[in-house]
């Protein structure tokens, strides 16, 4: 009977660091997608939020300024955009770190 001899210590160390890695690079596809995902809801929530208060002024039912539902608008699609900018940098400053230590090629789909 043949038995394959066992990993040696250092190839088992070097599996782990390269699944650890692996496992990091996945976390942070899911933070990404997380970013996105709060981006755009302050995408839509912000000209959710514009159409409501634009509505409730012309129907003269709340007393607003007359850029008061443009400004909050604005304000939420900014933030969304500030939101996207912070993950993307994020998530590129991650991918460089780990570039190092995985050994296969990090393309994805």
Not at 10 to 22: C, E, G, M, S, V
Not at 84 to 102: F, K, N, W
């Amino acid at each position: 009977m043949m038995t394959t001899p066992a990993p040696s210590s250092n190839q088992l160390a070097q599996d782990r660091t390269d699944l650890a890695a692996t496992r990091t690079l996945m976390a942070a596809d899911r933070t990404l997608m997380a970013w996105i995902r709060t981006a755009l809801s302050l995408f839509s929530f912000g000209f959710t939020i514009y159409k409501i208060l634009q509505a409730l002024a012309e129907a003269g039912r709340v007393p607003l300024d007359e850029n008061t539902p443009r400004n909050a608008g604005l304000f939420l699609a900014g933030m969304g955009s500030v939101a996207m900018v912070m993950g993307t940098v994020e998530y590129l400053q991650t991918r460089a770190a780990l570039s190092a230590h995985i050994p296969a090629p990090m393309a994805r789909p």
